[in-house]
């Protein structure tokens, strides 16, 4: 289920990622994020999603994500 037309991050949220910024890359990076998926969020609900559906859809792709991350991690530690 696509929650937003366009979900790429624009070129400009990313352009000023260069040392001597006040503001860490990751730091930076997690608003983006956060911006992002606020902004999904609002548009699902504008285009009659219910939040309470919304926000599941969310935890669950936060949750295959993990899995996956661990998944990776595991295999990694095998080797």
């Known amino acids: 289920m696509q929650l937003r037309e366009t979900s790429f991050t624009q070129q400009c949220e990313t352009d000023d990622f260069c040392p001597g910024r006040t503001q860490p890359a990751a730091e930076k990076l ?4 956060q911006s992002q998926l606020i902004n999904a969020f609002e548009t699902a609900i504008d285009q009659g999603m219910q ?25 990694r530690s095998s080797w």
Do not use: F, H, N
Not at 51 to 56: E, T
Not at 66 to 72: A, F, K, N, P, W
């Open 30 to 33: 997690a608003d983006t994020l």
């Open 51 to 75: 939040p309470m559906d919304a926000l599941a859809v969310i935890l669950s792709w936060v949750s295959s994500e993990m899995l996956r991350i661990q998944s990776d991690q595991a295999g």
